[in-house]
Nanobody, 114 residues
């Protein structure tokens, strides 16, 4: 079993920045993919950024503003979010896919408002 805990969410003004972090603990695992998703009120959950051995992809709306990265020493996957806009308001979830199953964190709220 793998446990994921997100942190770093909060309230920020438009144009501001936040850095989300997802800490993984538990059984040793080799991820096939590490991703960040988000879900805004009344909307479906969408993939924001994904990191695999083949590279990194971002949803179009965050390209050039968000950066996903992995810290192997800390066993975390982070999401640096810059130039935040009100439409980025959502609960952000960390997701890891292994050969056995995929894992989700509990989510962290990001609110972008004046």
């Amino acid at each position: 079993q793998v446990q994921l805990v997100e942190s770093g969410g909060g309230l920020v003004q438009p144009g501001g920045s936040l850095r989300l972090s997802c800490a993984a603990s538990g059984s040793r695992f080799s991820p096939l993919a590490m991703s960040w998703y988000r879900q805004a009120p009344g909307k479906q959950r969408e993939m924001v950024a994904r990191m695999t051995s083949g590279g990194i992809i971002y949803t179009d709306s965050v390209k050039g503003r968000f950066t996903i990265s992995r810290d192997n020493d800390k066993n975390t996957v982070d999401l640096q979010m810059n130039s935040l806009q009100p439409e980025d308001t959502a609960v952000y979830y960390c997701n890891i896919i292994t050969t056995d199953r995929d894992y989700w964190g509990q989510g962290t709220q990001v609110t972008v408002s004046p």
